[in-house]
């Protein structure tokens, strides 16, 4: 099979694509003959060499594929084998970039109606973050004030949309006026531009001095200060992403003085029992959702996998909206 590898840690042009030969499925696995694989941040990190796979995860980057399932492991029971040639999508810890990959079946769910196999490539990893973070983690109830960093990326979109959807007020930044426009029909119901507006002030206008329940963050210690300030009484601040650096001063007095809480948590070194559950969350609660039309897919480009270079200088030239996907055909 092809496959994707970073030659040393650097930018888009230490990526090759090389021949290898096929993973084989152990007991509990299956092998999926990969149709297009999700672009994320965790992979660009992983090139920069700030974020190497867990212990005994593949070295070939990609966290989220769809594809065909060709073979179960050893010892496969009946809900196992019948996976066999049916459509899926798979929560990977690596492997992705590649034509083949094998994976747990426990990270595996049937492709949502309505979605094509291309597209489905996008889904598992940023709807397993998404509700794993802030249904789970920040317990974002309906009503609740919500601070999205991000609202047009791959998470970002998808957040907004299952947040109105599920009937908290929206808050979200962006760097530019069309992606403004595109968080809006996302449903956001308020946009700061952080290129052009002072993201505190304006958070402490929005909400008429009270600051937000929840702050989604990916940016890190960049925004820890003004996002701390952001919070309500009691607010909580979870960071899934460190775009904005990993350092930063801690004022514990203002974290005692709201009762303020900081999550931070990663989804791809979890134990497999933990994401097996997200997994099956994810797909009782939310592939309802996209195949009602509540959630819409969100892809902005495909690459061929030859081309995984290009599709990794367009991810780090920040003007992407929506997912980057790499197909095998």
Partial sequence: MRAVHYTEAGGPEVITLADQADPTPA???????????????????????????????SQIPGLEVSGRVLAAGPG??????????????????????AERVVVD??????????????????????????????????????????????GTGGIGSFALQYLHGLGAKVLTTVGSAQKASLAVELGADHVINYREEDLGARVQELTEGRGV??????????????????????????????????????????????RLRIIATT???????????IVQAVGEEIWPLIESGQITIQTDKTFPLEQAAAAHEYFDSGTHTGKILLTMK
């Fill in 267 to 277: 989804l791809r070194a979890r134990e497999a029992e933990a994401k097996a559950e």
């Fill in 76 to 97: 496969a029971d009946v809900a196992v084998q019948e996976l066999i040639g049916k459509e899926v999508v798979a929560l990977l810890a690596g492997g992705g970039y």
């Fill in 27 to 57: 007991e509990g696995q299956v092998l999926i003959e990969v149709a297009a694989a999700g672009l994320n941040r965790a992979d660009v990190m992983q090139r920069l060499g700030a974020y190497p796979p867990p212990k005994g995860a």
């Fill in 213 to 258: 329940d929840v702050i989604f963050d990916v940016v890190g210690a960049k925004h820890l200060e003004t996002n701390l300030r952001s919070l309500a009484t009691a607010g909580r601040l979870v960071i899934i992403g460190l775009q904005g650096g990993r350092t930063a001063e801690l004022d514990l007095g203002l974290m005692l003085a709201k």
């Fill in 105 to 150: 079946a426990r990270h595996v769910l049937p492709i949502p109606a309505g979605v094509s196999l291309t597209d489905a490539a996008g889904l598992i990893e940023v709807a397993a973050t998404v509700h794993s973070n802030l249904r789970g983690e920040a317990q974002v109830q309906p009503g609740d004030s919500v601070l999205v960093h991000g």
